[in-house]
């Protein structure tokens, strides 16, 4: 269980690795990581499962050290957060971003919430939006 | 723009804050004419709610004129006049594609928040705390609307606001409520909290088929609107006889009501002497979020076969679930934020052909810069309050 995650598209499995590949969707962090992606289509028509493996790399190594090495602490919440926006990115063509949350899912942001009220200019650019 | 925000346990203040900008394609600006405070506020109100942050903006009841649209967003225009539903849905998930829009995959940015304390995220909620995404509520002159080409719902007639502004929530909530008992014609249903969502959940069982709906509630003007108003049959004033249970037997010659609603959620007032003492406590020291009175009556009451309808708001867990009566009464029991989407055109159209006048809940009508006295008067049920709308 430790070390992996796994979220449901709901577009074919030909789509979903398409973009997967795809530079302008491409999570990031699992990316670099270079984890274990497999795709498997949904039952009952409901899509395609992605599933993560941090304990293993894309080529079938041991990946422990990239991790930690990528991105420092909590690498399986950083997964998680690339698998979700991925999600939002292919399904509605955005992320979802709210004034609490603005930069979208974000394992750093859970615990430094900002307050839901709007942003002023400088937070805005900021957060980059 | 001026906000209603959170700034603590029993306190909310109204402040200057930055206006609300387009942050994605498919979002929307609306400038808002009407919002309303809801139980469920009080919920946020009285602390009870966790991750809630000082300076959140509060509100998900509210209406107005659309004054920017982000360019992903095909079918409103600037001038448009909407109604808002409270739940934030993509409309594109596997949810959404089958109308379980307060389910909703993607509108939660905070679904690794969510997934910690209910196992999985649910919809994001405007002004409803970080749970439910952080997003700035509708109790303030502007507000963003995310997916605004999915949820908004354009008013083209000359209904007025009050008549049209509870479809953001409390009409379809009750609706959902009341839906989910399966009516079919004939059956009796008693609805637990007489306030603005037992109202609906009262007009739309009778505008479904009930026969006999009874309501239940401590506040005798409450009742008296049920009774006047919404369309209840009977009603049980339980700051008379506490023993609801038995009063709901004898109302129904013993075999209990075919479906129960509750309409309160986990600030119950009744409960029984020492457990509601020890609940009280629990709740006080934050070792239980929930009062659970209504819930376990609920299940106590309901015929056997029959269906426990949850709309009431609970936030977290609860003590002595009454497990036992649940299986052996063969009890199903159903539950939920109310998918709004699915029914504001349905909800509109009824509304429009004059099968219900919703604005009859609507007590107080205050400035928004009065919020503050607002959430008091509504919490203490002082002045026979029932719906507060705040005009900005």
Same mark, same amino acid.
Request: one cysteine or more; glycine letters at 12%.
């Given at each position: 269980?430790?070390?992996?995650?796994?979220?449901?598209? +709901? *577009?074919?499995?030909?789509?979903?690795?398409?973009?997967?590949?795809?530079?302008?969707?491409?999570?990031? +962090?699992?990316?670099?990581?270079?984890?274990?992606?497999? =795709?498997?289509?949904?039952?009952?028509?409901?899509?395609?499962?992605?599933?993560?493996?941090?304990? *293993?790399?894309?080529?079938?190594? *041991?990946?422990?050290?990239?991790?930690?090495?990528?991105?420092?602490?909590?690498?399986?919440?950083?997964?998680?957060?690339?698998?979700?926006? =991925?999600?939002?990115?292919?399904?509605?063509?955005?992320?979802?971003?709210?004034?609490?949350?603005?930069?979208?899912?974000?394992?750093? *942001?859970?615990?430094?919430?900002?307050?839901?009220?709007?942003?002023?200019?400088?937070?805005?650019?900021?957060?980059?939006? | 723009?001026?906000?209603?925000?959170?700034?603590?346990?029993?306190?909310?203040?109204?402040?200057?804050?930055?206006?609300?900008?387009?942050?994605?394609?498919?979002?929307?600006?609306?400038?808002? %004419?009407?919002?309303?405070?809801?139980?469920?506020?009080?919920?946020?109100?009285?602390?009870?709610?966790?991750?809630?942050?000082?300076?959140?903006?509060?509100?998900?009841?509210?209406?107005?004129?659309?004054?920017?649209?982000?360019?992903?967003?095909?079918? @409103?225009?600037?001038?448009?006049?909407?109604?808002?539903?409270?739940?934030?849905?993509?409309?594109?998930?596997? &949810?959404?594609?089958?109308?379980?829009?307060?389910?909703?995959?993607?509108?939660?940015?905070?679904?690794?928040?969510?997934?910690?304390?209910?196992?999985?995220?649910?919809?994001?909620?405007?002004?409803?705390?970080?749970?439910?995404?952080?997003?700035?509520?509708? &109790?303030?002159?502007?507000?963003?609307?995310?997916?605004?080409?999915?949820?908004?719902?354009?008013?083209?007639?000359?209904?007025?606001?009050?008549?049209?502004?509870?479809?953001?929530?409390?009409?379809?909530?009750?609706?959902?409520?009341?839906?989910?008992?399966?009516?079919?014609?004939?059956?009796?249903?008693?609805?637990?909290?007489?306030?603005?969502?037992? &109202?609906?959940?009262?007009?739309?069982?009778?505008?479904?088929?009930?026969?006999?709906?009874?309501?239940?509630?401590?506040? &005798?003007?409450?009742?008296?609107?049920?009774?006047?108003?919404?369309?209840?049959?009977?009603?049980?004033?339980?700051?008379?006889?506490?023993?609801?249970?038995?009063?709901?037997?004898?109302?129904?010659?013993?075999?209990?009501?075919?479906?129960?609603?509750?309409?309160?959620?986990?600030?119950?007032?009744?409960?029984?002497?020492?457990?509601?003492?020890?609940?009280?406590?629990?709740?006080? %020291?934050?070792?239980?979020?929930?009062?659970?009175?209504?819930?376990?009556?609920?299940?106590?009451?309901?015929?056997?076969?029959?269906?426990?309808?949850?709309?009431?708001?609970?936030?977290?867990?609860?003590?002595?679930?009454?497990?036992?009566?649940?299986?052996?009464?063969?009890?199903?029991?159903?539950?939920?934020?109310?998918?709004?989407?699915?029914? @504001?055109?349905?909800?509109?159209?009824?509304?429009?052909?004059?099968?219900?006048?919703?604005?009859?809940?609507?007590?107080?009508?205050?400035?928004?810069?009065?919020?503050?006295?607002?959430?008091?008067?509504?919490?203490?049920?002082?002045?026979?309050?029932?719906?507060?709308?705040?005009?900005?």
């Amino acid at each position: 269980m430790k070390g992996k995650a796994a979220i449901t598209v +709901y *577009r074919s499995r030909e789509e979903v690795e398409r973009l997967w590949r795809d530079s302008a969707y491409r999570p990031k +962090y699992i990316g670099d990581a270079d984890a274990a992606v497999t =795709f498997n289509d949904a039952p009952g028509d409901r899509g395609t499962e992605i599933h993560v493996d941090l304990e *293993r790399t894309g080529r079938g190594g *041991r990946l422990g050290d990239v991790v930690q090495k990528v991105v420092g602490a909590e690498p399986l919440a950083k997964v998680k957060d690339d698998l979700r926006r =991925f999600k939002q990115h292919v399904e509605t063509g955005v992320i979802s971003r709210s004034d609490g949350t603005p930069e979208g899912e974000s394992a750093e *942001r859970k615990l430094k919430q900002r307050p839901a009220q709007p942003l002023d200019e400088a937070e805005l650019q900021k957060a980059g939006i | 723009m001026r906000a209603t925000v959170w700034s603590g346990r029993n306190s909310v203040q109204v402040e200057n804050v930055p206006d609300p900008r387009i942050l994605n394609d498919r979002d929307a600006i609306v400038k808002i %004419t009407s919002t309303a405070i809801c139980g469920s506020d009080l919920h946020l109100y009285d602390g009870y709610i966790p991750t809630m942050k000082r300076g959140d903006v509060l509100g998900h009841e509210f209406m107005g004129e659309v004054v920017e649209v982000g360019k992903g967003v095909g079918n @409103l225009r600037v001038g448009d006049r909407v109604v808002v539903p409270f739940p934030i849905a993509c409309g594109d998930c596997w &949810q959404c594609k089958h109308e379980r829009y307060s389910a909703c995959e993607n509108s939660n940015p905070n679904a690794g928040l969510a997934e910690k304390l209910f196992g999985h995220p649910t919809c994001g909620i405007f002004g409803y705390s970080h749970l439910t995404g952080g997003y700035a509520g509708g &109790q303030a002159e502007y507000a963003r609307v995310p997916f605004a080409d999915v949820g908004p719902i354009k008013i083209e007639d000359d209904l007025t606001d009050e008549q049209v502004l509870f479809l953001s929530d409390i009409l379809p909530t009750g609706y959902f409520g009341a839906d989910l008992c399966d009516i079919k014609g004939g059956e009796c249903i008693a609805v637990f909290g007489a306030g603005p969502v037992g &109202q609906f959940a009262i007009a739309s069982a009778v505008m479904l088929g009930a026969e006999r709906v009874i309501a239940i509630d401590a506040y &005798q003007y409450r009742l008296d609107m049920a009774l006047n108003k919404a369309g209840a049959t009977d009603a049980i004033n339980f700051d008379e006889d506490p023993d609801i249970v038995e009063q709901l037997k004898l109302l129904t010659g013993g075999r209990g009501p075919d479906a129960v609603i509750d309409a309160v959620g986990m600030e119950a007032t009744h409960g029984h002497g020492a457990l509601h003492t020890m609940e009280r406590v629990k709740q006080a %020291t934050r070792q239980e979020t929930e009062r659970g009175h209504a819930l376990r009556d609920a299940i106590l009451a309901c015929r056997p076969g029959g269906i426990v309808s949850v709309i009431g708001v609970y936030g977290g867990l609860m003590d002595k679930f009454p497990a036992g009566a649940l299986m052996n009464k063969a009890l199903q029991l159903r539950a939920g934020q109310a998918p709004v989407q699915k029914y @504001l055109r349905p909800l509109y159209e009824r509304i429009r052909d004059g099968d219900i006048d919703p604005s009859f809940v609507v007590t107080h009508r205050l400035p928004l810069d009065t919020a503050p006295d607002g959430y008091e008067t509504f919490k203490h049920k002082q002045d026979e309050c029932v719906k507060v709308v705040l005009k900005p």
